[in-house]
């Protein structure tokens, strides 16, 4: 299935903007962060088709992942 990852912030560092990503049906967000040499503790916000996902979200066919990393500050 294809899905399109976008990456934001400090993410897009030695990575990408937008990619469009085949993956295999069944494949849950966590295997993306994973795949993208992330951990589930640096991911702030999941959004997965302009909505909040969970790191445990099985994508569909045609989804569009948003990966925001931790925001600080004070």
């Not at 937008?18 to 640096?42: K, W």
């Not at 992942?65 to 931790?70: K, M, Q, T």
Request: net charge negative; with cysteine; hydrophobic share 40%.
């Amino acid at each position: 299935m294809r899905v399109t990852v976008k990456l934001f912030a400090t993410f897009r560092n030695g990575r990408f903007k937008v990619e469009e990503r085949e993956l295999p049906e069944g494949t849950q967000c966590r295997q993306v962060v994973a795949d993208l040499s992330l951990t589930d503790d640096e991911i702030g916000i999941i959004m997965i088709n302009g909505r909040h996902g969970m790191l445990d979200q099985e994508l569909q066919p045609g989804d569009v992942l948003s990966l925001f990393p931790l925001v600080g500050g004070g």
